[in-house]
């Protein structure tokens, strides 16, 4: 029988069999499920529950500071409570933390 935390981690590595949304950062698809996401950030959560379907499913983030990579690191962290924080990202996931309203991922570049 599977833990919690190993149900997250198997939904996180095998995204992009049943995933059901899409972020779009600088051309990369990144996928995710919306569920998992959106219970992680309000930000998120109102993006994704907006009333209207948007036309095209993919969501872009539209950030400079923010590269495929850090975006990974943010969904790991979503998913998992844990990403890899480094001289090079803590910057843009700092960024990432308060544009997404995530605390936790705010506490963890701090630490």
């Known amino acids: 029988m599977s833990t919690v935390k190993e149900l997250y981690r198997n939904l996180y ?38 009333p209207a379907p948007p036309v095209d499913p993919r969501y872009p983030v539209n950030d400079e500071v923010i590269q495929a990579n850090d975006f990974k690191q943010f969904l790991k962290f979503l998913y998992l409570d844990e990403c890899d924080v480094n001289y090079t990202n803590i910057g843009a996931l700092l960024h990432i933390s308060e544009m997404y309203l995530v605390p936790l991922l705010k506490a963890k570049c701090l630490e």
Do not use: P, Q, Y
């Open 13 to 50: 590595e095998d995204k992009d069999d049943n995933a059901d949304v899409t972020f779009l950062v600088h051309g990369e698809e990144l996928k995710a499920h919306k569920i998992i996401v959106s219970g992680r950030s309000e930000m998120l959560k109102a993006m994704l529950n907006f």
